[in-house]
């Protein structure tokens, strides 16, 4: 019984086949007898991290730091535990002991940036990309790292050629279509051209008025997601749209991805010149209105939540956190919300007697049509930063948008108080990690003064 190299490796093993549980027994058995194993310390901290359990997670990385403070992979992990518990400042601490080992390591000074834009010190946080860059000119991460943030400020011409590394990356798989089919550039007038979609519908939606610059001589034809074919076809008369299983059975003279199609139309002197609003189908917005008409108030929609797995749980409230806002009398409450929220909502009704409407006949995952009409129909919009908020901005809806502090800093939202995309989207930001007190009282007080101004 007594070997520990069998418990770490059958652990390995049991970690492959993702039995979590036997994994971890056997890791507390490797620590037992070998109470300075680092490895497995560090381990044990990743599946904790893998299953969500991140407080359970940082404390074996501290027990583990404990044991050896100058461990260059425990300062990194535990560093990156503290981000993600919105520590940022402790992450940072950990981040400089380990660069004060290792001051040249690329991957500690990519993320030492990333901690440093979390912190909204975007300068220092330049300066260590540049640093990045400097040490491994053919570094992608630091380089596409480093455009976000280049995006972030609005220098779109620097940002865009810095974003375009992302093509190096394991996580962006280059389709097919990239490799075989001649990039399109912004003189050509004539011939058929694709344009694909490589990021989520938020994205899409965010892109896709550029179109409207394009040459209307241009045969154009759009891969989106499946979902937002027949949204998008009903906006556009002489565009295409298809889906990404349609292309093999296709050929084109030119491609470009929509990302890419923004550096040619957005750049830093010439930021979103082209806006233009999408509409929701007339008999979308009759059966929507239809639905809310009996409620007689003020119709405010609401979406809280994302499923994003990489920082959803930071961009997301929950809906007591809104209790400031549903405790007005006068407005009623409609769901845009996708998911099954319905123990939420009871939950909500039950407590404090608030209701959130729900429209049974709109699937709000899959049906964007109807999802479009529903927020036509509503006098504004509360929202976090998912799908719902592109569509509010796209719709030109009056839109009270919440996004968390540092977390993720989605480029094209900016540091704005109002969406330089979608003019009628206000940003209300978290001013410390974690907490939606101050943003949520700002959208109240100013649902109150437009109630007021009326």
Known sequence: QNQPEAFFNRALANSEKKYLTNALSDYQKVIEMQPGNINAYINIGTLYEDIGRLDEALDIATKAYKIDSANIKILAN?????????????????????????????????????????????QLAKKSYQKAISINPKSANAHFHYGLLLLLEKNFDLGWQEYEYRWNLEKYNKPEYKKRITEYKKDIKNGSLLIWGEQGIGDQIFFVSL???????????????????????????????????????????YQISFFKLGSLFISSKNIYKNISLLSAKTENVIAAKFFIKKLKKVICGVSWRTNNIINGYARSVSLL???????????????????????????????????????????????????????ESCDYVITIDNTVAHLCGALGKKTYLLLPYGVGNIWYWHDDITSLRYPTVKIFRQSEPGNWLSPIKEISDAIDNLTLNK
Request: net charge neutral; no cysteine.
């Open 78 to 122: 535990r560093a990156n535990l503290y981000q993600k518990l919105f520590l940022n400042n402790r992450a940072l601490d950990d981040l400089n002991s380990a660069l004060n080992i290792e001051p040249n390591n690329i991957d500690l000074i990519i993320n030492h940036a990333n901690v440093l834009k979390g912190l909204h010190k975007f």
């Open 211 to 253: 179109i409207k610059s394009l040459p209307k001589t241009l045969d154009i034809t759009i891969t989106t997601d499946k979902k937002l074919i027949n949204f998008l076809s009903g906006n556009f008369d002489n565009v295409k749209f298809i889906s990404y299983t349609q292309i093999s059975s296709l050929s084109f003279d």
């Open 321 to 375: 956190d809104l209790l400031p806002v549903f405790s007005k009398e006068h407005i009623s409450f409609i769901d845009l919300q996708y998911g099954d929220t319905n123990q939420e909502k009871k939950d909500l009704n039950k407590k404090y007697g608030i209701k959130i409407n729900t429209n049974k006949k709109i699937d709000n995952f899959n049906d964007i049509d109807g999802l479009a009409g529903l927020i």
